[in-house]
């Protein structure tokens, strides 16, 4: 019985001496230890623990305060994983009102020969990043990273503001322990949501405690707050708190895709929306909204309204550059124009004025409202039915429900013969119904003067075109191929945005090849530098590779180095929708001369293949069309930006028949 009693103290000791400690500071050498996760293998790195405290606190002249602190410790195993020691907090101001870094600390934690070695953030790391004029974020990295390095850091905020930050639930590395806490004054009534793009949903529980306060006696200095002494005497008040937690271990990570649009959209999360304020002997004060209410409240304040009424600053520019024209569509175009030759975006992106419309336009910069306000106030100067559009960017992830903080941006638009015209002149490759890659984001809100709103989709509605021309011969033991290319639409405004400025031989590396040892040559680019609505590109390219002696046979590719021998869709399944960017359509034309001395011997077969609902097809025909030459045609066409992961199945399928199909060769044979 002894023995049994003493074991059992052994077993209690040994468990409590290798159980984790979650408190700031406290890392192990069991966690420094540790190579991989067991339960996801693959995984860079994990979250150890990571806890999140939103909380109210209440000052007698102030009124109350929110803060949040969050604690996170994280191990390292590679160096793929280093990417987690770098780490942003975000900071909100609204006029005089501003969020503040009230703590920040950090430890990174390493073995050497055996011992525990600590290394200190220190805060003058700490950089700055001005996002918007609402919006400033705080990045830092923490010191002396390693391939087991394990980091630490914890961090406070405190806001003046009564609005919760969306809390991620789920990253896509492991996250082993998570605890979340919010606790709210009965007066703040929140609605929660988790993300319901996400597979994963987690559950708060609640609780409510009394808190007591302590209110100094009437000094004569007033106060802000909704809490007053009666009397010269302090006293005491309380209030109920609401408490909601939640605990998670072993939080799989996001699953990791290509072409996906932004995967911040698709995380677990949890969403916090006030809905009502209800003070004590006052009427409740309702926060829950309609997106009529939300663009209504966004339209008539001052700083935005106001702006978009002025007009005396560019009235004698506009009446010049429009002159006596009266076609609204090219007057339209003459405005874009002018906007965007006179004012140059400062890359803030915002839906409110940052110094205002007239000091953007002398100055000749300004943040995104700036711009495009001033475009809408214009077109409206020149009798067009303008409104602007309040916009999320891709970056800024797809805002759920009704809020006016879910939207960082605003576009131009014009209503004109039942269409509708949308622009953005902070870009300078844009164009009406051209928009920037960052602004094509499911949704916008167009707002009217009369208080009216309506949900406007973002991507293009029509086809961009790329057309590629081929001329191909073997000269000995060489292809040799002149290539001439059209790029329209979408294809040619994002070549301009990514070569304008740069050097040829950058344009040759971006050429996409499926085989390693082509030479180009003669490469030149009409339009690079202007508007016009195509692109033009021509090149020469040869290769010994592109084509197999095999026994005085030759073995060709008709696609030669353009093929789809590969694609992104390797995996089982899939998870998030599929991001085509913009509905598009790709042809190619191959000539190819047949060398003296050889004659076609087989050739592939014709193909054709279809998705469901309209989504895409493929065609591939390939004909001798003289005795000395074969002609290849092929045309890839996807007709929806987004396709949804359950055709997942039919998109895989497609593109490996595309695969299959352009890896089959032609087979001369010498006569």
């Known amino acids: 019985m002894k023995t049994t009693i003493l074991s059992l103290i052994i077993l209690l000791i040994t468990h409590c001496g290798i159980a984790q400690n979650y408190k700031y500071g406290k890392v192990s050498k069991e966690e420094l230890q540790e190579q991989v996760n067991a339960q996801y293998p693959e995984a860079n790195a994990t979250v150890l623990n990571r806890e999140i405290n939103t909380y109210y606190e209440y000052k007698q002249g102030v009124g109350f305060t929110l803060f949040k602190e969050v604690l996170e410790r994280i191990k390292i195993y590679d160096t793929e994983g280093f990417d987690w020691a770098t780490k942003s907090i975000k900071i909100y101001n609204s006029g005089a009102d501003r969020e503040e870094i009230v703590t920040l600390k950090g430890v990174t934690y390493n073995l050497e020969n055996g011992s525990v070695s600590k290394t200190k953030f220190n805060d003058k790391d700490l950089f700055d990043l001005r996002q918007n004029d609402f919006l400033t974020v705080y990045k830092f990295t923490m010191p002396n990273i390693k391939k087991g390095s394990v980091i630490e850091y914890e961090y406070k905020i405190s806001s003046p503001f009564y609005d919760i930050d969306d809390i991620d639930l789920q990253y896509t590395i492991p996250v082993k322990r998570e605890v979340v806490e919010v606790r709210t004054p009965e007066y703040f009534i929140y609605q929660t949501y988790g993300n319901p793009q996400s597979k994963l949903h987690y559950d708060f529980s609640k609780d409510s405690r009394e808190i007591d306060i302590t209110l100094r006696g009437r000094s004569g200095l007033g106060t802000l707050a909704k809490f007053e002494s009666s009397g010269k005497e302090d006293q005491t008040v309380s209030y109920k708190e609401n408490i909601y937690r939640l605990e998670e271990n072993n939080i799989p990570p996001m699953d990791v895709e290509v072409m996906v649009d932004n995967l911040d959209n698709y995380r677990a999360k949890s969403i916090w929306e006030l809905a009502m304020i209800n003070w004590p002997g006052e009427l409740p004060k309702s926060y829950s909204t309609t997106w009529e209410a939300?663009?209504?409240?966004?339209?008539?304040?001052?700083?935005?309204?106001?702006?978009?009424?002025?007009?005396?600053?560019?009235?004698?520019?506009?009446?010049?550059?429009?002159?006596?024209?009266?076609?609204?569509?090219?007057?339209?175009?003459?405005?874009?124009?002018?906007?965007?030759?006179?004012?140059?975006?400062?890359?803030?992106?915002?839906?409110?004025?940052?110094?205002?419309?007239?000091?953007?336009?002398?100055?000749?910069?300004?943040?995104?409202?700036?711009?495009?306000?001033?475009?809408v106030s214009m077109l409206r100067y020149a009798s067009l039915n303008a409104n602007p559009i309040l916009v999320?960017?891709?970056?800024?992830?797809?805002?759920?429900?009704?809020?006016?903080?879910?939207?960082?941006?605003?576009?131009?638009?014009?209503?004109?013969?039942?269409?509708?015209?949308?622009?953005?002149?902070?870009?300078?490759?844009?164009?009406?119904?051209?928009?920037?890659?960052?602004?094509?984001?499911?949704?916008?809100?167009?707002?009217?003067?009369?208080?009216?709103?309506?949900?406007?989709?973002?991507?293009?509605?029509?086809?961009?075109?790329?057309?590629?021309?081929?001329q191909a011969e073997i000269k000995g033991d060489v292809l040799e191929a002149s290539v001439r290319e059209r790029l329209g639409g979408h294809f040619a405004k994002k070549y301009r945005s990514?070569?304008?400025?740069?050097?040829?031989?950058?344009?040759?590396?971006?050429?996409?090849?499926?085989?390693?040892?082509?030479?180009?040559?003669?490469?030149?680019?009409?339009?690079?530098?202007?508007?016009?609505?195509?692109?033009?590109?021509?090149?020469?390219?040869?290769?010994?590779?592109?084509?197999?002696?095999?026994?005085?046979?030759?073995?060709?590719?008709?696609?030669?180095?353009?093929?789809?021998?590969?694609?992104?869709?390797?995996?089982?399944?899939?998870?998030?929708?599929?991001?085509?960017?913009?509905?598009?359509?790709?042809?190619?034309?191959?000539?190819?001369?047949?060398?003296?001395?050889?004659?076609?011997?087989?050739?592939?077969?014709?193909?054709?293949?279809?998705?469901?609902?309209?989504?895409?097809?493929?065609?591939?025909?390939?004909?001798?069309?003289?005795?000395?030459?074969?002609?290849?045609?092929?045309?890839?066409?996807?007709?929806?930006?987004?396709?949804?992961?359950?055709?997942?199945?039919?998109?895989?399928?497609?593109?490996?028949?595309?695969?299959?199909?352009?890896?089959?060769?032609?087979?001369?044979?010498?006569?």
């Open 392 to 470: 999320s960017t891709k970056n800024n992830g797809i805002p759920i429900f009704p809020t006016r903080y879910g939207f960082n941006y605003v576009l131009a638009s014009v209503e004109f013969n039942g269409k509708l015209y949308l622009m953005d002149a902070t870009d300078p490759f844009s164009g009406i119904n051209l928009l920037p890659d960052r602004v094509m984001n499911w949704e916008g809100r167009l707002i009217r003067p009369d208080g009216t709103s309506e949900g406007i989709g973002l991507y293009p509605n029509y086809v961009s075109q790329r057309m590629k021309y081929v």
């Open 294 to 375: 939300v663009t209504k409240s966004i339209y008539e304040n001052d700083s935005f309204v106001n702006q978009l009424n002025k007009t005396s600053y560019y009235e004698n520019d506009l009446n010049a550059a429009i002159g006596g024209e009266g076609d609204p569509l090219k007057k339209m175009q003459i405005i874009f124009n002018l906007v965007k030759s006179k004012v140059r975006w400062n890359k803030y992106q915002s839906y409110f004025p940052g110094e205002g419309l007239k000091k953007a336009y002398n100055e000749g910069v300004g943040n995104s409202a700036d711009i495009n306000l001033m475009l």
């Open 498 to 671: 990514r070569f304008i400025g740069t050097e040829t031989k950058e344009q040759i590396k971006a050429i996409k090849t499926t085989i390693s040892d082509v030479h180009f040559s003669d490469y030149a680019v009409k339009d690079l530098d202007n508007l016009k609505p195509n692109l033009s590109l021509s090149y020469k390219a040869e290769s010994p590779s592109m084509m197999e002696n095999i026994n005085g046979n030759l073995y060709i590719s008709p696609m030669l180095f353009f093929g789809h021998v590969s694609h992104p869709f390797k995996s089982d399944k899939r998870s998030y929708p599929i991001y085509f960017e913009f509905p598009k359509s790709e042809r190619y034309t191959v000539n190819l001369a047949i060398p003296e001395g050889y004659e076609v011997t087989s050739i592939p077969e014709g193909a054709k293949a279809n998705l469901a609902n309209n989504l895409g097809s493929y065609t591939y025909l390939l004909k001798q069309v003289s005795p000395q030459m074969l002609q290849l045609s092929v045309s890839l066409d996807i007709n929806s930006p987004i396709i949804l992961p359950s055709d997942y199945e039919y998109i895989k399928a497609f593109y490996n028949q595309i695969a299959e199909k352009e890896k089959e060769k032609i087979v001369l044979t010498k006569i």
